[in-house]
């Protein structure tokens, strides 16, 4: 099968999963919180960001990208510590996210890295 080359970055599979992983989360949180939106809208972000910025044609744009995507993916994080710290999940369930995110945010460090080897972040 075809595949965009995005398709192919383990980051972008993994940030599909978290958005998988975070889509049950939401089922269970009332949507009137504003963190059930910020989670919604930032895990969304992350492999929109990451499939855009990979069809750049500049290693600069790459990285304004791939940096866009670690920003959501860390307000991904944060937003587990808000539902956590109003104890609409467990801390179970904020590990698991947080895991899949700290994976998540390594790759893109990786990627930034790459495409830009005297950056520091």
Known sequence: MKQFDHEKLAVYQDSIKFVAWATGLLESIPKS??????????????????AE??????????????????????????CLDVLLAKR??????????????????????????SNSPDRTI
């Open 33 to 50: 919180m504003s963190a059930h939106d910020q989670l919604d809208r930032a895990s969304t972000s992350v492999p929109l960001n990451i």
């Open 53 to 78: 910025g990979n069809g750049k044609s500049t290693p600069k744009d790459r990285c304004k990208f791939f940096d866009n995507a670690r920003g959501s993916a860390l307000e991904c994080a944060a």
């Open 88 to 113: 609409k999940i467990n801390p179970e369930m904020a590990g698991t996210g947080k895991m899949i995110l700290i994976d998540i945010v390594s790759m893109l460090v990786g990627l930034i890295r």
